[in-house]
């Protein structure tokens, strides 16, 4: 987390610890403070209208735009075969309980299909629920697409974004496209763990997935993580996007560079230049995973939120070998990272990997 996030919350977690739903005058500041954030964000993602929703994590964020959006009736409900769990999950959840589902296949480089894609899209389609940045891969779906087929096909459709692994790291702006819901995250980029956002086009159009006290427009009831909040204010604050993105890039393809020469397979599906798949031939990645802790590298096996499960569904579904997913792992970039840092880990992770495959050969 970024240094200036934790003056934020020593600010609202102590000096200024109050509850925004009071009417105290203090309380009522907080609560000013939390509606000008909610615009903050809103200029962020360039959207013309809507409001922003302060949820616990993007999973939360995911659960209720696909959720709040259901309703009964001859509907018919599509997701892609690459979402994060927290989609694709929910999307065969819905399938069991009864709902007419379509899981879109990938084309080679890890996008949604839009040839397959528009085959399914027609005016029983209720809600679309399509990724920006593949958090496996680093692939980009082109949104404006999207949104054009949804306006052609099914114009009252609602268009779900899950932009944790775009939002301030690859440009998007939402009044150029049909997007109706947006999901992001603040842990993503540099602020604390435990708060995301949601912005909601038409509010009216969402319905909640618990009840409470009201607050949020009654989307989001409970008493709101105002310290959070402010936290990832913070850190949105202080990102500059081009140039982070173009000194990532840069760093991506110096660690290309060298551990390329120690033999390690990279697979650069394009798009993101925050997250590289790289294949140990003849070596699991989890073996090369422990190794590495021990000499100080943290490298992924795929998503946090499925790295303890065998396979990797979504490196499956666009035609990668069996042997290659046991043998790979993904790598995440940082802005805060320097050429000296990562120079340094593609060469201990192309020695290890060496060492190593000596060893078993």
Known sequence: ?????????????????????????????????????????????????????????ATESNNLAIRGSLRKGDYEYVFSVGE???????????ESEGYKVFFVPLDKNGKVNLTELEKVLSEKTRLISIM????????????????????????????????????????????????????????????????AGLYVKNKNALKPLFEGGGQQFGLRSGTENVPAIMQFRKAVEIIDVEKNFKNVSSLKEKFKKVVSSYGVRCVDFGGSPYILNIVFDGV??????????????????????????????????????????????????????????????????????????????
């Open 284 to 361: 699991k990645g989890e073996t090369m995973l422990h190794a590495l802790d021990e000499k100080g590298v943290v490298i992924g096996l795929g998503s946090a939120c499925s790295a303890k499960k065998a396979g990797n569904r979504v490196l499956e579904e666009i035609g990668v070998s069996r042997n290659d997913i046991i043998s790979s792992a993904r790598i995440s970039f940082s802005a805060y990272q320097t050429v000296s840092e990562i120079e340094t880990a593609a060469h201990i992770i192309g020695e290890v990997y060496q060492d190593i495959k000596q060893r078993v050969s």
């Open 1 to 57: 987390m970024a240094e200036e996030c934790l003056e934020v919350y020593r600010e609202f977690a102590c000096d200024r610890f109050f509850n925004p739903s009071a009417l105290a005058v203090e309380s009522l500041q907080v609560s000013k403070q939390i509606a000008e954030t909610e615009k903050f964000f809103l200029k962020k993602l360039d959207a013309s209208e809507g409001t922003v929703l302060f949820t616990g994590c």
């Open 132 to 195: 920006q940045v593949s958090n496996e891969t680093g692939a980009v779906n082109d949104i404006e697409k999207i949104s054009l087929l949804k306006k052609r096909l099914c114009p009252r459709a609602v268009l779900h974004v899950d932009g944790v692994q775009g939002f301030m790291k690859i440009p998007l702006s939402l009044r150029k496209t049909e997007v109706d819901l947006y999901s992001f995250s603040a842990h993503k980029i540099y602020g604390p763990k435990g708060v």
């Open 84 to 94: 994060h769990p927290s989609v694709y999950n929910v999307g065969k959840k819905l």
